[in-house]
Each structure stands twice: as structure tokens, then as C-alpha cells.
């Protein structure tokens, strides 16, 4: 099984809850790192314009590139729920290592804090949460309802298969685990 995420673009409005949500439920301190972060897309010319956002992750890929890159193997991906996760007591840090996971990842999903040492820390999709029976706390918090997560296979089912939308690149290499409902840019047309 694939854990994954839904993201419905044509619902997202921007307004940061899922970020601030994860942040409050981990204590992730305020700065340079954030496990969720909202991407602002604008096209066009007055007075055809169009404007999205996209929430984002780590997207949990099948194939994810930070994990092969990580030197001291810190990095790994789990076969029971295909979760990337990482062991942060191994990780060498942003002092020592070069952040080569950080630099691997087309998504930018591995975050490091400004301080010296900073271990890699990202989204786990709330590993703990599914134990409980519960969502991660982004999709829970989106007063939008534009996140979902679960199995690939049960969001496919649901929401069908599109891979890409404005402002996201589908890197094939990776697969990252992820399905999308756009928002069509009609003002565009």
C-alpha cells in the first residue's frame, strides 16, 4: 500500500491554515523550515488573469531521490504505508552534510532549521494520526476541504488520476504519491 495525498486546487483559497496547523501540532519553531507550504500561482494580464494555490509536502514519492542521496542512510521509506521518514538521532545535519537530500528532491520536501547543525526534518504524514484512526492534521484543519490523504489507490478511485496542475511539475523519476484537481484558468480563455 501507497499512503498519499489529494490536493483539489480549485478549492485551496490560500489561506495558510494547513501550514500553521502542521507547524502548532509538531512545534515546528518559526522560519526557514516548514514540513506544508502554499505555492501562489498568477497568469495572464488585466483583465484576464488567474490565480491558484497549491498546498505542498513531501509527497511521499515511490521512487524518492532524497532517500538514495542521504549519505549516512538516514533517509528511508517504509514498506507498510510507503511513508518517507526520516531517523533525525543518524541525519549528519546541515553543518556537516551538505543537505544532498534537500538538493535531490524536486519538491524541496526536506527542510532544515537556519541554525548550525539543523537536523532534515518533513512531513511524515502524521504517521501517529493513522494509528489513531485519524487524517493527517492538514487535511483536518483545511477549512476548504481541499486536502485529502489515504491510499493512492483509494484517492484514484475517488478523485481520478490527474498528476499535475498549474505550478506543479510531475517528475516522473520520482512518482511522487499525489493526485490533483486543477483549477481551470477560464478567465485565461
Request: charged letters at 25%; hydrophobic letters at 35%; glycine letters at 8%.
Amino acid at each position: 500500500m501507497q499512503l498519499g495525498f489529494y490536493i483539489d486546487q480549485s478549492r485551496c483559497s490560500g489561506c495558510y491554515t494547513c501550514v500553521v496547523a502542521c507547524k502548532d501540532w509538531y512545534d515546528v519553531a518559526a522560519g526557514s523550515a516548514s514540513w506544508r507550504w502554499v505555492l501562489t500561482i498568477e497568469k495572464g494580464k488585466y483583465p484576464k488573469i488567474f490565480v491558484a494555490f497549491l498546498s505542498l509536502s513531501c509527497l511521499h514519492c515511490a521512487n524518492p531521490t532524497c532517500v538514495s542521496s542521504c549519505p549516512v542512510n538516514a533517509i528511508s521509506k517504509r514498506e507498510e504505508d510507503g511513508i518517507v521518514v526520516v531517523d533525525q538521532d543518524v541525519c549528519l545535519g546541515n553543518a556537516e552534510c551538505g543537505m544532498f537530500c534537500k538538493d535531490a528532491c524536486p519538491y524541496s520536501a526536506p527542510q532544515f532549521g537556519a541554525e548550525d547543525g539543523a537536523k532534515m526534518q518533513k512531513c511524515h504524514l502524521c504517521i501517529g494520526r493513522w494509528s489513531e484512526g485519524k487524517k493527517p492534521i492538514c487535511v483536518e484543519s483545511c477549512p476548504m476541504r481541499a486536502l485529502d490523504a489515504g491510499p493512492l489507490d483509494e484517492l484514484q478511485a475517488k478523485y481520478g488520476n490527474i498528476k499535475g496542475v498549474e505550478g506543479f511539475i510531475y517528475v516522473g523519476e520520482n512518482k511522487p504519491s499525489i493526485i490533483f484537481k486543477a483549477r481551470e484558468p477560464e478567465l485565461l480563455r
